[in-house]
Antibody
Framework: EVQLQQSGAELGKPGTSVKLSCKVS????????MHWVNQRPGKGLEWIGR????????IYAEKFKSKATLTADTSSNTAYMQLSQLKSDDTAIYFC???????????WGQGTLVTVSS | EIVLTQSPTTMAASPGEKVTITCRAS?????MHWFQQKSGTSPKPWIY???KLASGVPDRFSGSGSGTSYSLTISSMEAEDAATYYC?????????FGSGTKLEIK
């Protein structure tokens, strides 16, 4: 069974960084893409970017190019997203999602709430 | 960037009623994908490649469309279908989601 387990809630001060993790079990992440999506309070889904863990290649949505950094550790089967220069409007739930075969976003993590507050 | 416009934004349907949610793309896309999200939970893949139901999705759901116009249809609304539905295009980067359609039961 494929499972994505995300790290716990984060409280970050403005101007600081946080690093979220997404550990995958039941599937080798070298064989797929890992995506990150956010959802601000009461709002819709927003694609941040994706990483190919096999080679580290990344693609970002323009607005997140200087905000998010995606990495992956194939030895631990874990994807990471670092959010930098936190601002109040970075407060959101952040989901990781994994492609599986031809099904993109086939599996999702439970989400990590990031709250930015001084 | 391809912008996806969903309509309606919110709607309520009675049990047994037919429901149609539309998703219009600002440029032509090859396929449309749909997700269901219930409050406080992660989105679930619901329909992929325009018309293929994800595992476990009831067959009262269907998807159709091409080019810039796509739709998700429920043939007969049930209470468990109340949720927010999002469309997604993956024809070009950046991937984009529609703004969502909140479907409630009357």
């Amino acid at each position: 069974e494929v499972q994505l387990q995300q790290s716990g809630a984060e409280l970050g001060k403005p101007g600081t960084s946080v690093k979220l993790s997404c550990k995958v079990s039941g599937y080798n992440i070298r064989n797929t893409y890992m995506h990150w999506v956010n959802q601000r309070p009461g709002k819709g889904l927003e694609w941040i970017g994706r990483i190919d863990p096999a080679n580290g290649n990344t693609i970002y949505a323009e607005k997140f190019k200087s905000k998010a950094t995606l990495t992956a550790d194939t030895s631990s089967n874990t994807a990471y997203m670092q959010l930098s220069q936190l601002k109040s409007d970075d407060t959101a739930i952040y989901f990781c999602a994994m492609d599986y075969s031809v099904n993109w976003f086939a599996y999702w993590g439970q989400g990590t709430l990031v709250t930015v507050s001084s | 960037e391809i912008v996806l416009t969903q309509s309606p934004t919110t709607m309520a349907a009675s049990p047994g009623e037919k429901v149609t949610i539309t998703c219009r793309a600002s440029s032509s896309v090859s396929y449309m994908h749909w997700f269901q999200q219930k409050s406080g939970t992660s989105p679930k893949p619901w329909i992929y490649d325009t018309s293929k139901l994800a595992s476990g999705v009831p067959d009262r759901f269907s998807g159709s469309g091409s080019g810039t116009s796509y739709s998700l249809t429920i043939s007969s609304m049930e209470a468990e279908d109340a949720a927010t539905y999002y469309c997604l295009q993956r024809s070009s980067y950046p991937l984009t989601f529609g703004s969502g359609t909140k479907l409630e039961i009357k």
